[in-house]
């Protein structure tokens, strides 16, 4: 529009125009540069030889249809029908080959229709295959939710057969708390991915628990055999005293007796030096015990740390869904009317775009970005939790809802001004957000639905806001 305002004659056409294809990129630039200099030369055969190449290499592929017509553009609607039922509804029926193959026949019989035929019996078709495609939808949505019934029935009934200390527990919560809330792709694969490494970590410790007893038990049976033959040599040393005491009986002489004085003296010290030796094994036995005792004790310990970490999100350090579920029990305990608490929904904005242009690398960093910036914006006592994907949950303890809102405005302005840089590349990182506060004995789900619903306004709104719900 600035090129072309001044252009009241061919002569500043024509500058203009040279001006602005010279303003492109690669040949087109080159292009234009020669237009200009064909322009500032007055050569006009030069000038038109070069919009001649323009025009044949860059218009004359430009086809100029006419209008389509009424049957035309009711053939082409045909077609896209045709294709989504045939190719599209079919592909999404593949586990009902009754109802699949229903949608191909139809897809055959959409493309033999004409404009000059009734549509009635392919719409009396149609209506009639999305009808039971609906209610085989409930049917299966009815059957996944009883299964799901079934499976967290199932682990419920795990738990209560585990110790309370069990580290099991961790993982049992991790997946009843994905079985509980809304289930997405993103939320299943971290799961999964949580759930892969902790079973990598604890085999890990459950091997060298199993090395430490099998150790143990090495050197206790040891230990064991040592008593049998010390029991045995004992009865041996007995035996050899009765005899030595019959043969002191039957004694004629002094030096007889000296000489069997001599052999006892020698066979009590033999057995007190195999007694001392076995109370010397006996002490480094005990010592062994306890040391393996304690290895096994840090090892339990580690795995019940290992089952802690279910708590949390392996990527941002921030909670889970699970301890996300805990700190709200808890913090809802302590809620009064002079104690307000107040939910915050956020979801990153454009966050698969960040992922298309940054990679995955990219969008786990600007994820951990998040988490620490609101680390350091908010209050120690604030709760944050991620939920999956490029989802985080806010709890904010004794907070009225402006001043949640305030908070969410004031996170925004500091993230705004620290960017994060990944891999020398400035990425800016929004987020839209939704606060709800809390009504009195008012539910989780019921507060996270509040809250969900004003964040979707914020994103309807433009994206990059707060919004509040409605108290």
Known sequence: MTLFSGAHDPLQLLTAFADGVAGLHDELGGLGRYLQSARRAEDWPAYGRAMRQLIDKYIRTVELDAPPSADARLLRLRGLLQHAVGSGLAALLRNEPALANEATALAAALREWTPDQDLGPLSWTLTDLCTRIGEHAEDAEEQVSLLLGLFDLLLENVGELLDEKSWLHGQIGQIRSLLSGPMSRSAIEDARNELRQMLYRQTLLKSGIDESRTALRTMMGSFVEKLDGMAAQTGEYQDRLAGHASRIREARSIAELNGLLDTVLEDTGRIQARALRARDDLVAARRELEESERRLAQMEQKLSDAAGLAREDELTGCLNRRGFDEAFEREAARARADRPLCMTLVDLDDFRRLNAVHGHLGGDAALRHFVDVTRLTLRDDDIIGRFGGEEFVILMPATTLPHAVA?????????????????????????????????????????????????????????????????
């Open 407 to 471: 908070a969410m405005v004031r996170l925004r302005a500091v993230l705004s001004h620290r960017p994060l840089v990944h891999e020398t590349t400035r990425i800016a990182v929004s987020f839209s957000a939704g606060v709800a506060l809390r009504r009195a004995s008012e539910s989780f789900e019921s507060l996270l639905k509040r809250a969900d619903q004003a964040m979707y306004q914020a994103k309807r709104a433009g994206k990059d806001r707060t919004m509040a719900a409605m108290t």
